[in-house]
């Protein structure tokens, strides 16, 4: 099974306010290990939140290395097969990837 990605960069858009929002967490002791992968993204971002890896057209520029965290499936098996399966958590990311594409609608 594969995640069904549109490419709208949604949340690499928003990659930095999850970090600050992880930085934070980890501040205040939460030691969840997603929580930390998620402080320790690898990239700057710009103050909107925007990831310096995505290019005008929403193409990732270091797709291939790209950390785990920003892998759909790669964030599932590492943290939620144990509780759900692949397909109802591809369906709570695409419900997730709605939402936030509406975000950048104008």
Do not use: Q
Request: hydrophobic share 25%; aromatic share 12%; glycine share 4%.
């Amino acid at each position: 099974m594969k995640f069904n990605c549109w490419e709208c960069g949604a949340c690499c858009k928003l990659a930095g306010i999850a970090v600050e929002n992880a930085k934070y967490l980890v501040s205040i002791g939460i030691t969840d290990p997603r929580v930390i992968e998620t402080a320790n993204f690898p990239y700057e971002y710009e103050t909107s939140g925007r990831c310096s890896k995505l290019d005008s057209n929403n193409k990732c520029t270091v797709y291939e290395d790209r950390p785990s965290i920003c892998k759909v499936s790669e964030t599932y098996n590492k943290y939620h097969i144990d509780k759900m399966t692949e397909e109802e958590y591809y369906k709570k990311a695409e419900e997730t990837c709605k939402i936030l594409e509406k975000v950048f609608e104008k």
